[in-house]
C-alpha cells in the first residue's frame, strides 16, 4: 500500500439502473498525503459525489479499497 492519509486501491463504483450496469467510477487510484490539498472536479454526472461518498464510507465501493489513515 502506498503511504497518505488517504489512500484508494483500484476503487470501482457500478449502480444497477434500469436492469443495465452503469459504472461510476472505474479503477480509480488516489492518494492524498497529510497537508495536501486536493480538488475533485469533472462534468455533472462524471462521479465527484461517488467518490466523496465512498471516502466518506457513505457508499460501499463495487470493488477495491478505501484507507482513511
Known amino acids: ?23 461510476v467510477l472505474r479503477d480509480i487510484n488516489l492518494v492524498v498525503q497529510a497537508g495536501e490539498s486536493v480538488a475533485i472536479t469533472g462534468t455533472s454526472g462524471s462521479g465527484k459525489t461517488t467518490l466523496l461518498n465512498l471516502l466518506g464510507g457513505i457508499d460501499k465501493s463495487t470493488s477495491g479499497h478505501v484507507f482513511i489513515l
Open 1 to 23: 500500500m502506498n503511504e497518505g492519509v488517504i489512500v484508494c486501491e483500484h476503487l470501482s463504483r457500478t449502480y444497477r439502473e434500469g436492469g443495465k450496469d452503469l459504472q
